[in-house]
């Protein structure tokens, strides 16, 4: 069982920046593909961006080139530096580990980019 916690969701203005941290317990966490999610209210959850074990990267269209994954193995940790916010980006944040038939979901994080 791996369990994943979230932090660094809030409320920020549009244009700018927060950093998304997602740390996993266990002793595997280099084998995961790492991914976070996000789903706004009324809407669909959507893959915002995902990296695998071996580092290769993919993002959702909106957010290429202003959102950057990543991955530290050495501390089980995941982020996500989100820049140049929109208030379209408002949403609940999920981090998810995948592994064969293993999937784990945090709670989440909020995000609010509003003025």
């Known amino acids: 069982q791996v369990q994943l916690a979230e932090s660094g969701g809030g409320l920020v203005q549009p244009g700018g920046s927060l950093r998304l941290s997602c740390a996993a317990s266990g002793n595997i966490f280099s084998l995961y593909t790492m991914g976070w999610y996000r789903q706004a209210p009324g809407k669909q959850r959507e893959l915002v961006a995902a990296i695998t074990r071996d580092y290769m990267i993919n993002y959702e269209v909106s957010v290429k080139g202003r959102f950057t994954i990543s991955r530290d193995n050495a501390k089980n940790t995941m982020y996500l530096q989100m820049n140049s916010l929109k208030p379209e980006d408002t949403a609940v944040y999920y981090c998810?580990?995948?592994?064969?038939?293993?999937?784990?979901w945090g709670q989440g994080t909020q995000v609010t980019v509003s003025s």
């Open positions: 998810n580990a995948c592994f064969t038939t293993q999937n784990y």
